[in-house]
């Protein structure tokens, strides 16, 4: 059985065609939504979430489910749901696939690192997990250009050829083909300043600020396989933040496992907290102060607190 994940951004056709073309068996379709943009990008894209979830049931028989993506910019948010719902498709015996060819950007990258995080920590799922892309076989912006850029000219001749018919000023006209001047002056120049933008920018404009920053960092590393003990420093770390050496981290530790803090302990400690680190694992940051290290998560640490938050680590055994 296949669950195919589709975060639904402006596609349609590379979403749903090439399962169709190449005729995948799909049991089962997760459509993701999220607000991207203005009111109308928001209904033009339910709109195709809608009809995408019609077509997935009639064209290829598909149980299809649309999830809301409650904030297209929170990767980290969007990276727990990814590995939730991997996770919960493959408990039920399920083949995931997941499409990152349409939505924002953040929200690609973490169901693609979630994904692959996943196929790390279930090696005898590693078959059964998929992500995949579907190249357009050609982009509309450009050709919306074009054809509006014609309109424009076509505009602009039937407005000079209307006041040379009138013999100029005095004679101005009040319409041209039947509609008023002044709204054909106006879509004539709404147009000229939208190619002008189109021909100067591009297909966006500006750089959107989200959470106080114009840049979203995507973390590019997946999840290892993590021991018991590495576990327990890890909920630590995410409880508490960060603390001003390992000593610190090791007392805490021994203190909520009930073992004496030793030279013993505190050498385990520092042990499992460099293989966690930098040149590890890249689950802890180490910053050094004095003769000390600060010791705390890593984004991709904490990604994985996260993902794992569920988990009790009061029931490992080390």
Known sequence: ????VVPVGFD????????????????RVVLLEGAVGSEANVEYSRNLSQKLETDFRNLLGAETERVPVDDVYDYDAAFEQAYDLINEELDAGREVWVNVSSMPRPVSFAFATAAHSVTLERQADRDRIHTYY????????????EELRA???LLRDLLEGAEGVAGGPAGEPDTVAGVDVDRVRERLDTATDLLAEFDERGTTIGAKEVDGRHIIELPVASFSNVKPFEEVILFKLGEAGEFESVSELAKALAGELNEEYTDS???KVIYNVDRLGPG??????????????????????????????AEDASDYEW
């Not at 579907?134 to 250009?145: G, I, Q, R, V």
């Not at 590890?280 to 938050?309: C, D, F, P």
């Open 265 to 267: 302990f505190r050498s």
């Open 1 to 4: 059985m296949q669950t195919h």
């Open 134 to 145: 579907t190249a357009p076989e050609k982009y509309l912006e450009t050709e919306l250009a």
């Open 280 to 309: 590890g694992k890249g689950y802890v940051e180490r910053e050094s102060h004095g003769k000390s290290y600060r010791t705390r998560l890593s984004r991709i640490g904490e990604l994985w607190v996260r993902a794992h938050a």
């Open 12 to 27: 349609y056709d590379r979403l749903i065609a090439p399962l169709v073309r190449d005729q995948f068996d799909v049991d």
């Open 151 to 153: 309109d424009r000219d």
